[in-house]
């Protein structure tokens, strides 16, 4: 389980870019709508600089687990530049993103095929366009089997 709440960024995850900034978003962003659906104390949000800053989450490795994992989404619903990423052999193997608004709903990423291996979450913007930005609260990744 991965979450925002606190000043700094889970444990292991790797930040690239600006979009993300320092530390974990705790409300709406100058110039954003109003952000809807955060648990807890806060989110990642790559609107922090604007549409226009792109960076990148990166999770530490984990075994895939066999039940699907669950993440909180928002913000844009371009899933090619904006979105959260199981990564398993240094590819995408699956994606979720927004709804092109402001609220974080439930979104599940498909894992049984990939179950046992080695993967890890990124979370991605690479868009510099109008609504190509992420929001991500709250991960859940099951625990393995054995």
Excluded: M
Aim: aromatic share 10%.
């Amino acid at each position: 389980w991965w979450s925002f709440n606190d000043r700094k960024w889970p444990e292991g995850f790797k930040k690239e870019g600006r979009a993300f900034g320092l530390f974990p978003s705790k409300g709406t962003a100058r110039k954003q709508q109003l952000v809807k659906g955060i648990h807890g104390e806060g989110f990642a949000n790559s609107y922090r600089y604007g549409d226009t800053a792109r960076g990148k989450l990166t999770s530490p490795d984990f075994v895939v687990p066999k039940r699907s994992i669950v993440v909180r989404v928002g913000g844009g619903s371009n899933c090619k530049t904006t979105y959260v990423g199981l990564e398993v052999d240094g590819k995408i193997v699956q994606r979720v993103c927004g709804s092109r608004d402001e609220e974080l709903r439930t979104r599940t990423l498909q894992t049984r095929k990939w179950a046992g291996q080695s993967g890890r979450l990124v979370i991605v913007d690479e868009g510099k366009g109008p609504w190509e930005h992420i929001l991500v609260d709250d991960i859940a990744v099951p625990k393995t089997d054995g």
